[in-house]
Nanobody, 125 residues
Framework: QVRLVESGGGSAQAGGSLRLSCEVS????????MGWFRQRPEKERGFVAG????????YYSDSVRGRFTISRDNAKSTVYLQMNNLEPEDSAVYFC??????????????????WGQGTLVTVSS
């Protein structure tokens, strides 16, 4: 059974930083792209960042590019999201997700078949 467990959420002030982690078990982590999504109250879940199976390609939404960095450690089966220069608009529940197809890429929720439970990030002004 594939399991994704996020950690690292919490509260920060605007301009601060947080680092999210997502540990994956139950599958060959290194074969699959990983992504981070976020969902604000009464909003749809939206793409934040993605990283290819080998870590060589990373891609971001326009709203976080230049402030957030996604990375992965295949030896630890863990993907990270470093969030710098946080803004109140970054407040949301953040979900990590594993791509459905091995060696594929995507930035739509439909491209990712397995999801974590989410971790809350709150940024105050």
């Amino acid at each position: 059974q594939v399991r994704l467990v996020e950690s690292g959420g919490g509260s920060a002030q605007a301009g601060g930083s947080l680092r999210l982690s997502c540990e994956v078990s139950g599958r060959t982590f290194s074969r699959f792209a990983m992504g981070w999504f976020r969902q604000r109250p009464e909003k749809e879940r939206g793409f934040v960042a993605g990283i290819a199976w080998n870590g060589r390609t990373a891609y971001y939404s326009d709203s976080v590019r230049g402030r957030f960095t996604i990375s992965r450690d295949n030896a630890k089966s863990t993907v990270y999201l470093q969030m710098n220069n946080l803004e109140p608009e970054d407040s949301a529940v953040y979900f990590c997700a594993a791509a459905t197809v091995a060696y594929g890429l995507g930035n739509r929720a439909a491209d990712f078949g397995t999801w974590g439970q989410g971790t809350l990030v709150t940024v105050s002004s």
